[in-house]
């Protein structure tokens, strides 16, 4: 059984429709790659699986569970967490203090980081050791607006890891990154492949192709292609696309 399942997912925005019944099955443990052209609905069905959209019609299943169309809130209790294409951190607190706030049992307290802090110091050694899974332990006390914009990025999935999720899903984690921040952020995910279920909608072929062991093409809000990356690399399709010059 596939740990997250989409079938038949529809998506209509007043007359104009953006997703037209696709279909997706991730088995647990694996990355699962989303690709395709700018406006071909990718980040559309991305919201669908993480409850910001919900679609005309279709389902969307989570362990066997039927999750369609619960809030995003309630999808990440399932154990689903993103990362987003434009970051949202909280500058001012500290590279600690942001995966603190990701920590389910922190959220629980209220979101009082003085007095969360003081009352269970093992916040702060949680959030530790997420950081140090994302090569931050020794950037723990600095702002997140004074890290750079490649530690700002592996600050982000350490406060998504903080949910200690099921399901991992990154949306373009590559923008913005220089061929360095690239190789670091490849290092990271292939460290976290395996131990959970990853989605990525990347633009990044090269990284893409490297680390993903199935790929989704999505255009025209639909799945025109799907397979492995050496797959994907004979397929007749994304060969004549300009998606075949990255494959």
């Known amino acids: 059984m596939a740990l997250i399942e989409a079938a038949g997912v529809h998506v209509r925005f007043g007359d104009r429709v953006v997703l037209e019944s696709i279909d997706l099955a991730v088995p647990e443990g694996e990355f699962h790659g989303l690709m395709g052209p700018n406006g071909a609905g990718k980040t559309t069905f991305f919201n669908v699986l993480t409850g910001r ?4 019609r279709g389902k969307v299943r989570l362990d066997g569970k039927d999750v369609t169309g619960l809030s995003s809130h309630r999808i990440a209790a399932h154990g689903v967490a993103r990362s987003f294409q434009i970051m949202t951190l ?4 500290s590279a600690r203090e942001n995966v603190t706030v990701g920590l389910p049992a922190f959220r629980a307290r209220g979101f009082d980081m003085r007095h969360a802090a003081a009352s269970d110091p093992g916040f702060a050694e949680s959030a530790l050791e997420i950081l140090a899974t994302v090569g931050l332990a020794d950037k723990a006390d600095v702002r997140a607006k004074d890290l750079s914009y490649g530690d700002r990025r592996a600050l ?3 406060v998504a890891l903080a949910q200690s999720p099921r399901v991992l899903c990154l949306d373009e984690p590559t923008s913005g990154l220089g061929s360095d ?3 670091r952020l490849a290092a990271l995910v292939g460290r976290l492949k395996g131990k959970l279920t990853i ?3 990347e633009h990044d072929m090269e990284f893409l192709f490297a680390l993903a062991d199935r790929i989704s093409v999505i255009h025209w809000g639909q799945v025109v292609a799907r397979g492995t990356p050496q797959e994907l690399q004979q397929n007749e399709w994304v060969r004549r696309s300009n998606l075949g010059r990255f494959a």
Do not use: C, H
């Open 199 to 201: 989605v990525a909608i």
């Open 156 to 158: 982000e999935i350490a």
């Open 90 to 93: 909280f500058d001012e607190f």
């Open 53 to 56: 959209v919900k679609p005309s």
């Open 181 to 183: 921040g690239v190789q």
